[in-house]
């Protein structure tokens, strides 16, 4: 009899022991698959995050999101798209070409990431590079996006007019004509071939788009500062200038609206005459409330964008103009580090080494601005 007890007795602690063990294995079960479950959504949910912080135009904190989704994934196309769309469109074009890259070495490329990389190439004057962009859509999208592939040809024709790899068909005019004609048509389409035409001279046709988009969208500041792009290249500076203001006022952290106004008001800036003048700008910082509209529209700029090159090559003008040669120097070399095929900034830099008398170094950036031209390359949110 004790025997059978005590057999019950260590049976029934066995049982305890082992349902302890079954109820441990069912709740690291549970916690790994909830651990798993969360690590695969949570890039998908940050994601998501970055798109809602770029509907609140707030480019800085989308970009934070889509690197944080990065971090659990590091080759989501996805992504590295919108990281890179991001940055691109802010005006970092270093950044963006970086995270384009990637995502165009992914097997499922998205074609805007295609047309991005490709208009980077085309506004930092690589017609080979660009080329390769347009040869690689058929590969790497399947024949999806053609519209974007048509776009790229426009922008690089309008950048490179001499160069036959870009001329369109008369079948992809016609095509790319009846997908802009849709209702549902992207904005995005608009907007770039409006750009295209100030690339390549039409700027009235550019008004004409630009005054259209912004009757149709008035709460879009960076159509507005198109237009006012448009207008100042056709002569009508005062229509652009009052256009910007507005712009700039309207929405203070645009860095685009922050650069045009500074770029606009530089034909106001006068020399500075005395060197107590000089100095006085030299030590000037932006909390002062600095005196020349140029200069503090500019400075907010590079806040707001701080990889973007524009703004530091605007900076080297007013310093250029107001006679401040070195520190003019800086902020065309500063471009140049951002943006190092910028033709504009090479040729301007050329011209200041000249009035230093660096002859050598003047005749390098000229030859540099022969091989690209080119102009700025004006970014655009990410429609």
């Not at 490709?118 to 080979?128: E, I, K, P």
């Not at 209702?183 to 409006?194: H, I």
């Not at 039409?202 to 008004?207: D, G, L, P, S, Y």
């Not at 290249?233 to 203070?252: M, S």
Request: glycine share 8%; net charge positive; with cysteine.
């Amino acid at each position: 009899m004790e025997s059978f007890l005590s057999n019950l007795i260590h049976a029934a602690g066995s049982a305890r022991k082992a349902s302890r063990q079954i109820v441990l294995a069912v709740i690291f079960v549970i916690l790994l698959t909830a651990t798993i479950v969360y690590y695969l959504n949570t890039p998908g949910r940050l994601v998501e995050e970055g798109l809602r912080y770029r509907k609140e135009k707030k480019w800085q904190s989308a970009a934070g999101s889509f690197k944080k989704a990065l971090s659990f994934n590091m080759k989501s196309s996805r992504a590295l798209f919108l990281l890179g769309e991001e940055y691109f469109c802010a005006g970092d074009l270093t950044r963006g070409k970086f995270y384009l890259s990637k995502a165009f070495a992914q097997k499922n490329v998205d074609g805007r990431a295609i047309y991005y990389l490709g208009a980077l190439y085309a506004c930092q004057g690589d017609n080979f590079n660009t080329s390769v962009m347009l040869k690689d859509y058929e590969l790497k999208t399947g024949g999806s996006g053609r519209d974007y592939e048509t776009l790229l040809r426009i922008l690089a024709g309008a950048m490179f007019p001499d160069y036959p790899n870009f001329a369109l068909t008369a079948e992809e005019e016609k095509k790319l004509a009846a997908s802009i004609d849709r209702p549902d048509a992207p904005l995005f389409f608009k907007v770039q071939l409006g750009l295209a035409d100030i690339y390549g001279g039409r700027f009235e046709n550019a008004v004409k788009t630009f005054g259209e988009l912004s009757v149709k969208y008035p709460d879009d500041t960076s159509l507005a500062v198109y237009r006012s792009i448009a207008l100042s290249c056709c002569g009508r500076r005062d229509e652009a200038l009052t256009a910007i203001r507005a712009a700039a006022q309207r929405e203070g952290n645009n860095p685009l609206a922050q650069q045009y106004l500074g770029a606009l008001c530089l034909e106001d800036i006068k020399p500075d005459e005395t060197v107590d003048d000089l100095k006085r700008l030299r030590a000037q910082s932006p909390e002062d409330g600095p005196p020349d509209e140029s200069l503090k529209a500019l400075q907010k700029a590079m806040a707001l964008s701080p990889g973007s090159s524009g703004p530091y090559y605007y900076m080297g003008l007013f310093y250029m103009k107001k006679g401040a040669l070195n520190e003019a120097r800086g902020f065309f070399e500063e471009s140049l580090r951002r943006q190092p095929n910028n033709g504009m900034a090479h040729q301007k830099l050329g011209e200041l080494y000249q009035l230093l008398g660096m002859k050598k170094e003047a005749r390098e950036e000229f030859d540099k601005k022969s091989k690209l031209g080119g102009p700025l390359y004006i970014f655009s949110p990410p429609y």
